[in-house]
């Protein structure tokens, strides 16, 4: 069985990583770094689940058009190096890797991005002179706009409160660390040929315990035919001695409309054994310019949402909230009806977490509207007798309703996980779940029956600059 | 034959042994040990001056005791018993106080107090009847303080400790005179310790130096290079010092709410390295940290143990709440993340293909009313068509190729209702659609042409801004007339 028809091979390796990689991880060898810091780390994951296949096609009407295929397994391995290394010769040089390697260990299916065999993550060199700090190499940008991965350089100014940063080189696929063209070959027909390229400049400021954070980015087409996207962000946190208030709100600078956005008021009470949260929000997809899907015009939700949190008995604490949203306009004919267009979201969770090593805690949740249906409810029950080993197990119960295709389900699952330190440095995991559904509606079998394993094991690195011990890191 | 004792025999021996008697009260008054106080009184016929036995005329002279010879004189076993007194022992003090000198200095002044019964005998009584102990009212008497007013700090005193006292680093005192040595009042202040003793180290050192050496000081300070520190002597190491534990009072500042997210534009090496070395930075820092962290004094070069801080997460962590708020949070304000958290923590979540612990277990089995609902942005990890559409093509949802009937088969004549479905959940769309689905029906040469724009679509920002996707519908320029 064949399941990748129409995606070509793995995308190429990006050269520029590989270089980059071996300049920052020649650089240390050869300068013999001071210290450095890290963890590295391999892990196991396998998957049994059953794909689903189409019956016939053209699929004769009122009959089923899939099924679900004989349960299929694969596994999957990935190594991890993290790795900050300092004191060169240089003040103020280190340097940041974050390198992952992949290997398909077998199975039915292909396991998502287990055919790219080598992902340089982060992959940079940080030089701190002053005010400034310079940064080259691969790295990412945490922002109201999301995660963007780039190859290229960065400058920051900080002067107390005040930071100012400016950033550019060729943008990288979200998730991917790898060029979009190269990234979505063969996934697509319609993605741009060439690279993007990207840069951008943020502004923090703090003041009275105010902070805000405006972002502008701007992705050009290597060709400088186009955008690919061009957006700004803003966001905004403060904190009174009676609530805390956080705002974000970003705008398609190139389209001209809003994105998403969402202020939330948070009001502890009575030395916070009550949280009361309220929140506003508004959200638009946002899909870049060398897509035809924004162009598509996809309409915004509006949502309202309440939280309440209690902690009032000494190891009890539970939370509650409920969210509401409607979508707008979406300017279509209806026919027949109209689709659903009112979302609602509710969850319940009690956590009883006394002085000691068990805790244990139920979870519901609901959500319900526009293409799915979910009721969920979960337990777990954890053993923690010290920093590092713990065992957990839980359970799961869930009804799944999926509007807009076939039918819906009932599924029951269970795992359990557990962990070890063996020592300051050295520690494993892992654990495993089983998932038995009981589809109804039109879908013959059970395409949701999965069984999931894995296992990982972690080496810590170094330690902190003078630290006598070496897990302070990584949090 | 034997000699018989002469009148100026018995007077000078009288007066020697009153000298005696005489400092050896005094010397009792700063701790001196006497077996038995010399009967002043009953020699006070024989000796008319003090100096006649104590000889303390000339520097250096202390502390000037006659011997015992000298008693032998007239107390020889024959005429008179012998005595076997001989004088009170070297006493340990901390009195920078020297007979002669001081003599001097009041005979200089024209001070009436340039004689040893001022300060040695019971005022109004006979020369010779001599105070067992110098009280230190007659210090006091002449050194311009009341009594109460003797540990007075520096600034508010007319006097110094070094006036009289020598730094404990120089006394021979054993340790238990140290441990009994008196609080002074201020010492006992709530703000003495955090505040207050800094600010009257830095005003007279030596007034500290007075009751402690330094080791005292870096028993806490890991700031070894202060200056007001090198003003106070080291212990010489056969002085036995009491144990001294290392205590940290808390700052008023750093008792200001969220002090410890807050507490960046106040940071300086030189104040902070007072109790905090690089490991208390480095317990939430991770490297780049500020160069205040670099700045501090390592623990292992310093005696004192510092604060010893542990991680302590921020206010805004114990939330319940904060997982759906972190985000914000960095957003506005990623520096401040970045102290205690390296990249890695937020990739090791956030980075979509091999991403384990952002999402609870048993997710995916259920994602699909997330993805529609759309609490979080899927796009912010996850790059759509390679991840969501790549794995919902191994599983069998994703569509390759022309559309078939059956899949969405819960609503129905699906194909002429999808348009709002889509509208407002284009992602999930596009994650098991290509965009060449769409073009099939809704581009210029599709099957139906269906026009996706929204009325009011603003064509031409569209084509300056992204022309080649237009052309992924159209042939030509929309708005260049002639093309469709």
Known sequence: MSRRAGLDAKPQSSLLALVTMAVLVGVPCTAEAQQARGWVGSSAQLIGMRPVVRLADPCPSETPC???????????????????????????????????????????????????????????????????????????????????????????????????????????????????????????????????????????????????????????????????????????????????????????????????????????????????????????????????????????????????????????????????????????????????????????????????????????????????????????????????????????????????????????????????????????????????????????GDPWNQTRGWSSVRLLIGRDPGSTTPGSFGR | MRRRLGWSHLLALAAALGAVGAFAGMVSAFGGEQEEPFPHGAHAGLFPVCTGCHTVATPGSEPGFPPSAQCAQCHDGADLPPVSWTGPSETASNLRFEHASHRLDLETAEEAAATCEACHSVPGEARMRVEGRVEEAACFACHGEAQDDHFAPSSASAESCETCHVPLASTNLPMDRISGLPVPTDHLDGGFLPVGHGREAQQGAARCATCHTVDRCVACHVDTGNPVLARIPAAPPELELPPASAAYPLPESHREERWDERHAPVAEAASCNTCHTTEDCRACHVSPAPDVVGALPRRADVHAPGVGLTPDAPGTHASPFFPEAHGTLAAADDGSCATCHTESYCTDCHDAPTGASYHPSGFVAGHSAAAFGRADECAACHETAAFCRACHLESGFGSVGRLGTGYHDAEPIWLLRHGQAARQNLESCASCHEQRDCVQCHGVLGSFKVSPHQPGFDAERAWATSPRTCLACHVGNPLGGGSP
């Open chain 1, 66 to 444: 899939y099924t679900s295929a004989e349960p299929e397994l694969a596994a999957v391995a990935s190594q991890d190096l993290f790795l900050t290394a300092w004191g060169f010769g240089v003040r103020g040089l280190s340097t940041t890797l974050q390198l992952r390697t992949r290997q398909r260990l077998g199975g039915g299916f292909e396991w998502p991005r287990s055919d790219d065999p080598f992902d340089a993550m982060l992959a940079y060199a940080d030089l701190v002179r002053g005010d400034f700090t310079f940064r080259l190499g691969r790295q990412e940008v945490r922002s109201g706009l999301g995660f963007p991965s780039f190859d290229g350089g960065m400058v920051r100014w900080t002067r107390r409160s005040l930071r100012v940063e400016g950033y550019g080189g060729r943008s990288l696929a979200r998730g991917l660390r790898d060029p979009a063209n190269e990234a979505l070959r063969g996934l697509e027909d319609f993605l741009p040929d060439q690279g993007v390229y990207l840069i951008g400049t943020s502004v923090r400021g703090r003041v009275s315990g105010a902070s805000l954070t405006a972002r502008y980015h701007r992705e050009i087409l290597g060709d400088r035919s186009g955008l690919a996207s061009e957006r700004a962000s803003l966001d905004v946190s403060t904190a009174t001695s009676i609530a805390s208030v956080r705002g974000a709100l970003d705008y398609d600078v190139a389209r001209r409309s809003f994105g998403k956005g969402h202020v939330t008021v948070s009001v502890p009470l009575e030395d916070a054994r009550w949280i009361l949260e309220g929140s506003a929000s508004r959200y638009v997809p946002y899909f870049s310019l060398s897509t035809i899907w924004g162009l598509f015009e996809p309409v915004s939700y509006s949502e309202g949402t309440v939280r309440v949190g209690w902690a009032g008995l000494a190891d009890w604490s539970a939370r509650a909230s409920f969210g509401l949203r409607r979508y707008g306009d979406p300017g279509t004919v209806v026919v027949l009806r109209p689709l659903e267009d009112t979302g609602r979201r509710a969850s319940v969770d009690v956590m009883w977490r006394p002085e000691g090593p068990w805790a244990a805690g139920a979870t519901y949740d609901l959500e319900w509207g526009p293409g799915g249906y979910l009721g969920s409810l979960e337990g777990t029950a954890s053993w923690t007798p010290s920093e590092g080993t713990f065992v957990t197990a839980s359970g799961r119960t869930f009804q799944q309703i999926e509007q807009y295709r076939l039918g819906d389900g009932r599924a029951v699952g269970a795992g359990v996980s557990g962990g070890v330190r063996v020592t300051d440095r050295l520690s494993f995991s892992g654990g495993g779940s089983v998932l038995r559904a009981r589809t109804e509606g039109g879908v013959a």
